[in-house]
């Protein structure tokens, strides 16, 4: 949302959620209230879409349960097996109408080998924990499964270098969703186009997650670094991130249903005298648009791969430049 508000002699302060604040701005729209995948039934594919075998590396957290609930609601073929940082494990996931069975780290190999055998176009996709995205890589890369990255963490360099010296095929992104990917592609393009354009302006940032983030948001940190190079100075330290579940229900309206998973952004521009004001702000409440986006991801790369396009590593700005996926 961008919005032009009127001149107030305040807004220079720290400013508070809109619909909570001293300004008397009316709230954000609050998020729609976003059913589970878990609870919809499981349909088939449409009619001339695509339909493969995805492995959902990580389904035991909720991101990657989220992905496996997406991928069966959209026709994609569940690989009954998945993976978990403890070694050991003894559970079955069941996620629409398959039955997922979850193994310790020590049976990668030999079950990657054997899901190769019986599922030779599978796409994996990775949800675990950022202490394992390299070496899920690398072992991706030695057996050469194609892989979508969702794992935030790991040491970028050496996951970009595994990729190129396999030859394997990767998209690899910190953010999933598409329409916050596609934001943020219009702030850089701001910022390239239009160097110094807000020189002077006084900018705050809030943004609030649920209280697991413990780090700050890598979105906010890109928004920010494209007005900095519009010609504002900030200091991340005076970032506002809120992690306290009472502030989010009482200041930032947070629906009480998300608060444990939403991401809530508001970036405030001043002018020098006050006389004008820019916001942009953008809420997500719940999982589903990383789902459907990380969905979105695994089947372009299925298609690239099936194409044997001479390119290896892609991104969610490469999908949304292919468009929408079926």
């Known amino acids: 949302m961008l919005s032009v508000r009127p001149p107030h002699p305040t807004l220079s302060r720290p400013l508070i959620w809109p619909g909570r604040n001293h300004l008397g701005v009316a709230a954000a729209p609050r998020c729609a209230n976003a059913e589970s995948t878990a609870s919809a039934p499981e349909t088939a594919a449409p009619p001339g879409s695509v339909s493969f075998p995805i492995l959902v590396n990580g389904c035991t957290g909720k991101?990657?349960?989220?992905?496996?609930?997406?991928?069966?609601?959209?026709?994609?073929?569940?690989?009954?097996?998945?993976?978990?940082?403890?070694?050991?494990?003894?559970?079955?996931i069941e996620v629409g109408q398959t039955d997922i069975r979850i193994y310790g780290p020590s049976a990668r190999d030999d079950v990657l080998s054997s899901v190769i055998d019986e599922f030779p176009d599978?796409?994996?996709?990775?949800?675990?924990?950022?202490?394992?995205?390299?070496?899920?890589?690398?072992?991706?890369?030695?057996l050469g499964l194609p892989f979508v990255m969702g794992t935030t963490g790991g040491n970028k360099q050496l996951?970009?270098?595994?990729?190129?010296?396999?030859?394997?095929?990767?998209?690899?992104?910190?953010?999933?969703?598409?329409?916050?990917?596609?934001?943020?592609?219009?702030?850089?393009?701001?910022?390239?186009?239009?160097?110094?354009?807000?020189?002077?302006?006084?900018?705050?940032?809030?943004?609030?997650?649920?209280?697991?983030?413990?780090?700050?948001?890598?979105?906010?940190k890109d928004v920010i670094a494209c007005f900095e190079e519009m010609g504002i100075s900030y200091d991340m330290n005076r970032m506002v991130?809120?992690?306290?579940?009472?502030?989010?229900?009482?200041?930032?309206g947070v629906p009480e249903e998300h608060i444990e998973g939403h991401a809530f952004h508001l970036y405030h521009l001043t002018s020098p005298d006050d006389s004008v004001s820019f916001e942009f702000q953008h809420n997500v409440c719940g999982r589903s648009i990383y789902a459907e986006g990380t969905i979105d991801a695994a089947i372009f790369l299925h298609r690239k791969v099936q194409s044997k396009d001479s390119k290896r590593i892609y991104d969610m700005y490469d999908v949304l430049r292919e468009g929408y996926m079926r």
Do not use: W
């Not at 599978?122 to 030695?142: M, Q, R």
């Not at 991130?241 to 930032?252: A, G, N, S, W, Y």
């Open 63 to 92: 991101m990657g349960l989220s992905v496996a609930e997406a991928a069966a609601l959209r026709g994609l073929h569940l690989v009954p097996v998945s993976f978990s940082s403890r070694e050991k494990v003894d559970t079955t």
């Open 241 to 252: 991130k809120i992690r306290d579940p009472e502030q989010q229900l009482e200041m930032v």
């Open 122 to 142: 599978v796409i994996v996709v990775d949800y675990t924990a950022p202490d394992s995205v390299n070496s899920n890589a690398d072992l991706y890369c030695k």
């Open 159 to 220: 996951l970009y270098k595994s990729v190129q010296d396999s030859k394997n095929y990767a998209l690899i992104s910190p953010q999933m969703g598409k329409q916050v990917v596609a934001f943020v592609a219009i702030m850089k393009f701001m910022a390239e186009q239009f160097p110094g354009s807000f020189s002077g302006y006084h900018l705050e940032v809030l943004e609030s997650h649920q209280a697991g983030k413990l780090d700050t948001s890598g979105t906010a």
